[in-house]
């Protein structure tokens, strides 16, 4: 009870304004800026860790357009498809490149499902045999 | 709850702020180079991005090339939205074009040089195109032909000679067509290229040969060594090295070279060298016995009138073996190859073949010989074998000197 006393009249004597010790100021002080140095250090964190995310996944839907790019000049079906791929769908076109019979121009999206593209590859592929 | 209370009243020490201090460092440090390693696999997956973005145009841009090979130097944008421009820079290296597609976007850039061949015509993928001058192909022993075959109009026969007679029941394996009295003529264009090898006037790099060197074909101009008399080459040369001697150059066994280029009036390749080259000769071309020649390995004599390529015993060529001159009226030279020997790729010959190992791929000449004990043959073939299943395929990359179709192919990546 008597530490209760105690405290309550500690704190009444802050609220009141009284002058606190120079040690306090330095505690004050120190906390405040480890606060703000851990809390500016979480969120650069949080932002890094969301823009990896980022750059990781376009990264796996680059590889994602390239292997399907691949798969074209391995296959020679030069044709437009759509596939699913999870969570994006993947749209080629193929078409001439300029005037040419031979060089065929192909332009692979990755095309999220609120229908913003997320990533592109474009290619040319020669093909004596494509006509 | 009592613990509690007493934990709360517990009064720090000034002592303890130091410790603070530490502490708070420590876990600044860390957390800071977490920071620092997410930034720094953030910037290296950002250039991973571009690099590999600057390889797909890179490989785009060689396929437009393959396409469209007339394409001179240029810089273009590949797909008309400005981040995807490629230079490309044209060439020969002896008898190949030499293509480098650079790709850039900022201050990255990504290049890439490529040798490339011709898919041959139908003529080439023959397995013998021999003039029309009236005698017929005739064949002795173990002479064995597979493929298509242009032949003179009195067709191909069996023959004894030295008591010897044909062996096979079937003359040959593929139809028969007619060839035209006229060889055709190589591509001038591409001998003009390789004519200056010849002249002493090329600028020079250095006045001693040195034991090894390496030159990028991403560099702007070959080295170039000119000897004045007979250059002996037993080093180590890879790359866009051009070595010519006026008189000779022998090539030892000793030596590795990797797709140099070497011209003379006369060169010897010695018994059992291994390597890449483009060998031009004017007047004579020797390769030893057990020499390997690898592919896109080019042997080449320009044609004076006793011009003579021999291919030595058990040797192996990959690539083009020719003997012959942009000069329709320049006089029929002379290849000989060896017993056992093989060529795997196209043969040209405007004058004589004597042909005594194996081709696998075309030939094309005027006349076969051959000499026994008994006499000397005009278009006999003794113990032969022509077989053009190896370039009879949709991949094949052959020379663009003879029997090549449009549509380029690329033979070799270089450095």
């Known amino acids: ?131 | 709850m009592i613990a509690f209370r007493r934990i709360l009243s517990i009064r720090a020490k000034g002592g303890i702020l130091s410790f603070v201090l530490g502490i708070s460092l420590v876990v600044i440090l860390i957390t800071g180079s977490l920071i620092l390693a997410a930034y720094y696999f953030r910037a290296l997956n950002s250039k991973i991005d571009v690099e590999q973005h600057l390889r797909d145009n890179v490989l785009s841009g060689i396929q437009l090339l393959l396409d469209n090979p007339s394409i001179d130097d240029t810089s273009l944008d590949l797909f008309g939205n400005g981040t995807d421009s490629v230079g490309i820079t044209t060439g020969y290296w002896g008898i190949y074009p030499i293509v480098t597609v650079t790709a850039r976007q900022g201050k990255h850039a990504e290049r890439t040089a490529v040798m490339l061949g011709a898919s041959v015509s139908p003529y080439g993928r023959s397995s013998v195109y021999l003039a029309d001058e009236n005698v017929p192909l005739q064949v002795v022993g173990t002479t064995y032909i597979v493929g298509d075959a242009y032949l003179p109009a009195a067709g191909i026969k069996s023959a004894i000679i030295n008591n010897k007679s044909y062996t096979s029941a079937k003359l040959m394996e593929g139809a028969q067509n007619r060839s035209e009295r006229t060889l055709p003529e190589l591509d001038a264009e591409i001998i003009a290229t390789i004519l200056p090898y010849f002249s002493s006037q090329m600028a020079v790099d250095e006045t001693q040969l040195p034991d090894s060197l390496t030159q990028s074909f991403y560099s702007d101009a070959p080295w170039v060594y000119d000897g004045a008399g007979e250059v002996v080459i037993d080093g180590t040369f890879k790359g866009r090295v051009l070595i010519t001697s006026q008189r000779k150059v022998v090539i030892t066994e000793q030596a590795r070279l990797d797709n140099v280029i070497v011209c003379a009036p006369e060169i010897v390749i010695a018994d059992r060298f291994k390597g890449r080259l483009q060998a031009f000769a004017r007047d004579t071309l020797v390769v030893g016995a057990t020499a390997e020649l690898l592919f896109p390995s080019v042997l080449g004599v320009l044609g004076s009138s006793n011009s003579y390529l021999y291919v030595g015993e058990a040797s192996v060529v990959e690539g083009v073996v020719f003997n012959g001159s942009t000069n329709a009226s320049a006089p029929a030279g002379v290849i000989k190859t060896g017993f056992k020997s093989s060529i795997y790729g196209q043969v040209y010959c405007k004058g004589l073949l004597e042909l005594n190992g194996a081709v696998s791929g075309n030939v094309t000449c005027r006349k076969f010989t051959t000499e026994s004990l008994t006499g000397y043959f005009e278009n006999y073939l003794v113990d032969a074998s022509i077989d053009n299943r190896f370039i009879n395929t949709d991949s094949y990359a052959g020379s663009l000197l003879w029997f090549a179709d449009k549509n380029r192919r690329i033979l070799q990546w270089l450095k």
């Open chain 1, 1 to 131: 009870m008597a530490e209760m006393m105690k405290r309550t009249k500690t704190l009444k004597h802050l609220l009141d304004g009284a002058p606190v010790s120079g040690s306090s100021i330095v505690e004050v002080i120190v906390a405040t800026l480890i606060f703000s140095i851990v809390f500016g250090i979480a969120m650069m964190i949080g932002i890094n860790l969301q823009v990896d995310r980022f750059s990781l996944r376009k990264t796996l839907y680059q590889e994602m357009l390239r292997k399907q790019y691949r798969e074209v000049i391995r296959s020679r079906k030069y044709e437009d498809l759509t596939t699913d791929a999870g969570a994006v769908k993947i749209i080629q076109h193929i078409k001439p490149y300029g005037d040419s019979k031979t060089l065929l121009w192909v332009n692979i999206e990755a095309v999220s499902a609120q229908g913003k593209v997320v990533s592109v590859f474009n290619g040319l592929i020669h093909d004596p045999k494509a006509n």
